[in-house]
């Protein structure tokens, strides 16, 4: 059977993929956060998964303002990666694993979660600035990625606790279906930060550490979190952390398991305007 053995969580800031891709790590500024994934790249490379199950979100790239779904699972065979404004970055063609997609979408939807199924989608910074952070400047990334969108863009947004749950259901799917592979689950965004309006810039380095200590010891408590308190301790764009929690609740510990084991966390203000976070969990 397929088997999730670890999880990764990461910020998606855009400005950190101009940066990789206009040859600017070197600087200063963007030095210290690359620092922090020379771990994680590295670990990528020794724990190569057979399946990423990135959780991000779209910046209303691929589904514009007209309809946006809640809970979005990708089914196609590849991705392109978006135009978002500036052409698209000069990153791989992400593929997928449509085989996986379906029956992880049979089962979730089964699992009485309501997902809605896209044949063909781009994919923004949301996805691809992960991925970049993760694996650096490969020709073709390492293995097939299913994207997992999020709302989080427009009211009303996914609470924390149906993430977890929702995170619960894929780890069942993904244990359903009968090929040995090793399924990595992501959850990106976040963290604290305002893009708009009087609080534009908001950083909050005491919430995010506290978040970051709760997802590792307490995700349940972290689940909890009320969205309202999201958005006003860590900005009107903070509650992309919810998406974290998804990746959370497929680890063995929410679903009657061991603890997990803490490879990696990091964490550093500014990049662009937001704080980055980073964690590497593996089960036992
Ligand atoms: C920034 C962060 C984001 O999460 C995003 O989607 C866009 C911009 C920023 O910090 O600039
Ligand atoms: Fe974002």
């Known amino acids: ?10 910020s998606h800031v855009p400005a950190i993929g101009a940066a990789l891709d206009m040859g600017k790590t070197q600087e200063p500024y963007w030095q210290k956060v690359f620092e922090g994934y020379d771990y994680g790249k590295q670990w990528m490379k020794d724990n190569k998964p057979d399946v990423v199950f990135l959780v991000f979100n ?17 089914t196609a065979a590849e991705y392109q990666p978006a135009d978002e404004g500036w052409g698209p970055r000069p990153v791989p063609k992400v593929y997928g694993h449509p085989a996986l997609s379906a029956h992880i979408a049979q089962s979730v939807i089964q699992q009485d979660f ?30 097939p990625v299913i994207p997992f969108a999020v709302n989080v863009v427009q009211y009303p947004v996914p609470s924390g606790q149906r993430c977890y749950n929702l995170g619960k259901a894929i780890r069942k799917a993904v244990e359903s279906f009968d090929e040995d592979l090793n399924v990595h689950i992501w959850g990106t965004g976040g963290m604290s930060h305002q893009l708009q309006g009087p609080r534009a810039g908001l950083i909050n380095k005491e919430f ?77």
């Open 1 to 10: 059977m397929a088997r999730i053995t670890a999880s990764v969580y990461t």
């Open 114 to 143: 309501d997902l809605t199924l896209v044949n063909k989608m781009d994919v923004d910074h949301g996805l691809t600035v992960p991925l970049s952070l993760m694996c650096g400047q490969p020709d073709a990334w390492p293995c």
């Open 208 to 284: 995010d550490n506290a978040f970051l200590d709760k997802l590792i010891d307490d995700p349940q408590a972290a689940a909890a979190i009320p969205h309202i308190d999201y958005v006003r301790e860590a900005g009107s764009e903070g509650i992309e952390l919810v998406m974290w929690l998804i990746a959370r609740g497929a680890m063995d510990d929410a679903n009657g398991g061991g603890k997990p084991i803490v490879k990696k966390r990091f964490y550093h203000v500014p990049a662009s305007n937001t704080a980055v976070g980073h964690l590497i969990l593996e089960n036992p």
């Open 58 to 74: 779209d910046h209303a790239t691929a589904f514009s303002l007209e309809m946006i779904p809640t809970f979005a699972i990708g």
